[in-house]
């Protein structure tokens, strides 16, 4: 009878070297995932801080305008004719400016500024009379995550009034 030696030989076979680089990618295919889903939510907020600001500094300069320049249609135009301020995506948002007598509205002059910087006017008020005027301004663009329709607005009632 002959003996055969037992030789032992400890190693991985080529199913469990797959199965390891398997779990292996896979895991970090998920963890680039979850950081991709992260910068987009990053990405996210970022243009809602940005529309927050740019609406909030256009209010700013509508409220620091004489009451004649913001009765003034071509004057308003002038001055959505740049960004309302300049950070990337208020170049890159639409702005939409409503302007109307208060407390009783006759009619709305409606200014918009185009992603492109075109200012365009689509509606002129028969009157903004000469005492208070209701201003609306608003910041629309498409949000990076989920691709939706975004805005933020604000409105600011402005009297006629001397400045100190």
């Known amino acids: 009878m002959k003996l ?3 030789c032992h030989t400890s190693g991985t076979t080529l ?6 680089t398997l779990l292996l990618a896979s895991f970090f295919a998920s963890l680039f995932e979850a950081n ?23 209010a700013e300069v509508f409220r620091n ?3 004649s ?12 004719a740049t960004a309302a301020n300049t ?28 992603m492109d910087g075109t200012v365009n006017l689509n509606s002129t008020a028969t009157s903004l009379g000469s005492t208070l005027v209701k201003v609306d301004i608003s ?6 995550f989920g691709g ?10 402005i009297s006629n009034g001397t400045k100190k």
Do not use: H, M
């Open 36 to 58: 991709a889903v992260c910068l987009r939510f990053i990405a996210a907020s970022k243009q809602s801080v940005g529309a927050i600001e740019a609406v909030q500094a256009r």
């Open 15 to 20: 199913v469990e070297v797959l199965v390891a």
């Open 87 to 114: 950070s990337d995506f208020a170049k890159s948002a639409t702005e939409v400016v409503k302007i109307s007598a208060y407390p009783t509205a006759n009619g709305v002059t409606q200014i918009t500024r185009a």
């Open 69 to 80: 320049d913001l009765t003034t249609t071509s004057s308003v135009q002038t001055l959505l």
């Open 148 to 157: 939706r329709q975004r805005t933020e607005q604000t409105s600011l009632i």
């Open 65 to 67: 305008l004489a009451f």
């Open 4 to 6: 055969s030696p037992k």
């Open 139 to 144: 910041q629309s663009w498409t949000a990076v």
